[in-house]
């Protein structure tokens, strides 16, 4: 019997059904596990595609420039850990656990700054839309995922698009450079981001 998703567009091109995206903190009913994660594999979706998807995630989550992003995970289904020097059977080789979804963990190194922490979180939460949500929507058999800290391909890149459309949506970074008379430490501040992700992101979008 065919079962009904609700689906949200969250534009022409995507579409993830609203069980996986929203606060759907189901208990998964299979089992038992191996415990299996898999890799995650590149979705292909070009730079332009990726970054304006990843700022239309952000705003349906409510999220807004510069705030935290704790609750925004929190509503997402996921927990944020800082891992401790001293935690060195934790997972020492991965960044983010899906467990299912709506239900993640991602984890932090210790004693990095506040900048590189937002910056590595949006990050994470791109493997988990894109390599997670938006593959299973589109027919990969995935149940379980974990993305190593030091992964390295286009994998990584996609992540790190996923993180610059989220936190510098295009169009607000645009309205606010020029509120700012292109000053890029008082954007950096205002965007919640490091100095150099916030001068990448102004010829990203074409504004110096
Ligand atoms: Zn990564």
Redesign the pocket.
């Known amino acids: 019997m065919a079962r009904t998703v609700e689906t949200i567009a969250i534009s022409q091109e995507f579409t993830i059904s609203r069980r996986e995206l929203m606060l759907g903190k189901f208990d998964s009913i299979k089992g038992p596990f191996s415990m299996h994660y898999s890799a995650?594999y590149e979705c292909g979706l070009s730079k332009a595609a990726v970054d304006s998807f990843a700022s239309q995630v952000a705003t349906h989550f409510g999220y807004r420039p510069g705030t935290s992003l704790t609750p925004i995970v929190e509503k997402m289904g996921g927990t944020i850990h800082i891992q401790n020097v001293l935690d060195f059977n934790r997972i020492p080789s991965g960044?983010?656990r899906v467990e299912g979804p709506a239900r993640f963990e991602i984890f932090l190194a210790a004693h990095t700054g506040p900048a590189r922490d937002r910056f590595t979180i949006a990050?994470?939460l791109?493997?988990y839309v894109l390599h997670y949500l938006y593959a299973r929507q589109n027919g990969a058999q995935i149940e379980r995922l974990e993305?190593?800290?030091y992964?390295s391909g286009r994998?990584?890149w996609e992540?790190n698009w996923f993180a610059a459309g989220f936190l510098m949506p295009t169009e607000q970074f645009a309205e606010r450079y020029r509120a700012l008379k292109g000053v890029i430490p008082l954007l950096a501040d205002e965007f919640g981001v490091s100095v150099d992700a916030a001068r990448i992101r102004a010829e990203f979008v074409g504004v110096r």
């Open positions: 995650p960044s983010i990050h994470e791109g493997h993305a190593q800290r992964g994998v990584e992540a």
